[in-house]
């Protein structure tokens, strides 16, 4: 699926990959850099088997809205404070298996982030089993509008 998202030669701005049974963080994070370069806006991956999905959504310059609907995911940390702040402006979690909120995991400097999501405004965890939201989970996100 990567190789083939390379490939395409016409602009995108809007990808859907969705029912494709794709399921390991490092394929996740290739398509992460491609679309990077490809300058896509807006990505869903929902219906695939992503179980771990941490700090793939690192410097996503152009990316603004990600949903990971009906996966596998069990911990909503795809951000790691690695410096400037992510692009993405709505996140969609729902329908996995999340139990604890954690949007930002500790940096390679030790340090959590400080406003590493500062652009996002929507953020959805419907249909989880959320049983634990640390006393700080949303303080890298002062803007959010919508939970």
């Known amino acids: 699926v990567v190789e083939l998202v390379r490939e395409i030669r016409a602009p995108l701005v809007n990808i859907t990959l969705s029912n494709l049974a794709l399921e390991t963080k490092q394929t996740l994070q290739l398509l992460c850099g491609v679309l990077r370069k490809k300058k896509v806006s807006s990505v869903v991956l929902q219906h695939n088997k992503f179980q771990d999905v941490s700090g793939t959504f690192n410097q996503s310059d152009s990316i603004l809205y990600v949903d990971l609907s009906h996966n596998k995911i069990k911990k909503a940390n795809l951000f790691t404070c690695v410096g ?38 929507h953020l959805s965890f419907r249909y989880n089993r959320i049983s634990v939201i640390g006393s700080h989970a949303f303080e890298q996100a002062p803007n959010l509008e919508t939970l």
Request: glycine share 8%; charged share 30%; hydrophobic share 30%.
């Open 84 to 121: 400037s702040p992510s692009s993405v402006r709505g996140l969609v979690l729902d329908h996995n298996a999340i139990r604890d909120v954690s949007m930002c995991e500790v940096g390679p400097n030790g340090r959590r982030c400080e406003r590493c999501l500062e652009n996002l405004r």
